[in-house]
Structures are given as C-alpha cells and as structure tokens.
C-alpha cells in the first residue's frame, strides 16, 4: 500500500490566489481528515469525512477555506483567496472506521507558502 | 470533553541516555492513547498504540508507554536514545463507549521535541 498520498509536496503562491491541495487515503479506509500544523498553532484538525460525508468542519477558519471529497479516494482542499497567514503544512489522514480505534495513517504533507 | 497536555515542550538529552516524554489525559469515559512520532519535513507516524490489556505497550524503535489509569497518563519511554530520535512526539487520545464502539477521533497534545544531543 503506497500509503496516504498528498499533492503537491511544496506550494508557492501569491497572496489572492486559489490553492488546491490534494488527497488519496489509503483504498478501504473510510475516514478522511484535513490538518493545518504551524509553529504557533501546532496541529489543528480543520474537517473531516465519513464515507464521503463531510461530518465536522467547524475547524475551517473561515469561508475562503472549503473541502470536498467526492468520492472514496480523493480529497480536496480549497484556498480562494489564499493570505499569507495560511502559510502553513497541512495534513490529510484517513482511518479504517470512525473513532479513535485504528488510528489514523498521515500523509507527508503539503507545505504551503503564501507571499 | 477529552483534552491531552503533554507537559513539556521540549526535551534535551544525550545520545545513549534514558528519556521519558510525559502525557497526561483527562476523559469521562475508556480511552484509547497513542503516541506518534514526526521526523524533519515528514507526517506523523505511529509509534505505538493502547487499546486494552497489559498497560505496558511496546512500539517500534525501542519505544514502549505506560498506561496509568488511576493517574489518567501515558508516559512514553526508551532505555537508550540515539541522535536518529530527534524528533517531534505526539500524544493522542480518543475516548469510546462502554459498548465497544469507538466515538471520538483523536485529540491530539501540542508535541514534545526531543533534542539528542551527541
């Protein structure tokens, strides 16, 4: 299994762009989880999906930020308009089932820089 | 409502010394405990996992934790690190009914960076 595999690896833009950030969970798993890590914040969860289903987004700073998983193995994230104070890497995880039990596999991230 | 603390930001250490990175959770219900570990520009890996049984749990590279229910810890520990153990360490906790079934995600503590030194 190739794991959880996030695109691109590095992302450079200018501020008021949008960002796309990309997502394949492992095959079977049916939890997907979006992640922001900074220095100041540490990791901060900001939506997750159960079987496709966008379950808790109240992690999503605001409505330039929005998520969509429209099937199975794929998992956006969107940035319109990018600022630089979402400079950060984000993470996306998936999980064999809801909860806690089986842990979550993390990709290798996506780290974002906005000038 | 869960919440993890993990006690120090930061630990220094030398190379072949002992370490312990502590963890302290605080539920109403069972939980399960993992830590994880994130190396350099990498994601979080699993490091080892408790979800029932001996509370003494062994994971991969030497590591092994503690579960102390009575005082709510999970405390992470290696005889002997190496400089290939810096490293970001994260507790993570997610509680579950008494049925057996699994209701909350993972709450994660804010990391403990373990520096070893040579």
């Known amino acids: 299994d190739a794991g959880v595999i996030q695109s691109p690896r590095h992302e450079v833009t200018e501020m008021g762009q949008e960002v796309t950030l990309r997502c394949k969970p492992i095959s079977g798993h049916n939890s997907l989880f979006w992640y922001r890590q900074t220095m100041m914040r540490g990791l901060e969860l900001l939506i997750y999906?159960?079987?496709?289903?966008?379950?808790?987004d109240s992690g999503m700073p605001e409505d330039r930020f929005s998520a969509k998983m429209p099937n199975a193995s794929f998992s956006t994230l969107k940035i319109q308009p990018s600022e630089p104070r979402d400079s950060a890497v984000y993470f996306c995880?998936?999980?064999?089932?809801?909860?806690?039990?089986?842990?979550?596999?993390f990709g290798s991230g996506t780290r974002l820089t906005v000038v | 409502a869960q919440s993890v603390t993990q006690l120090d930001s930061q630990v220094p250490v030398f190379e072949e010394a002992p370490v312990e990175l502590r963890c302290n959770y605080s539920?109403?219900?069972?939980?399960?405990l993992f830590w994880y570990v994130q190396y350099p520009n990498q994601g979080l890996q699993l490091l080892l996992k408790y979800l029932s049984g001996s509370t003494l749990v062994k994971g991969i590279n030497g590591f092994e934790a503690e579960f102390n229910k009575s005082q709510t810890s999970f405390h992470l520990r290696k005889p002997s690190v190496h400089i290939s153990d810096t490293a970001e360490y994260f507790c993570?906790?997610?509680?579950?009914?008494?049925?057996?079934?699994?209701?909350?995600?993972?709450?994660f503590g804010k990391g403990t960076k373990l520096s070893v030194k040579p």
């Open positions: 539920s109403s219900v069972s939980v399960y």
């Open positions: 999906f159960n079987n496709n289903v966008p379950i808790d």
């Open positions: 995880a998936s999980s064999a089932g809801t909860g806690g039990r089986y842990g979550y596999t």
């Open positions: 993570a906790v997610s509680d579950f009914m008494n049925y057996g079934g699994s209701q909350g995600n993972l709450i």
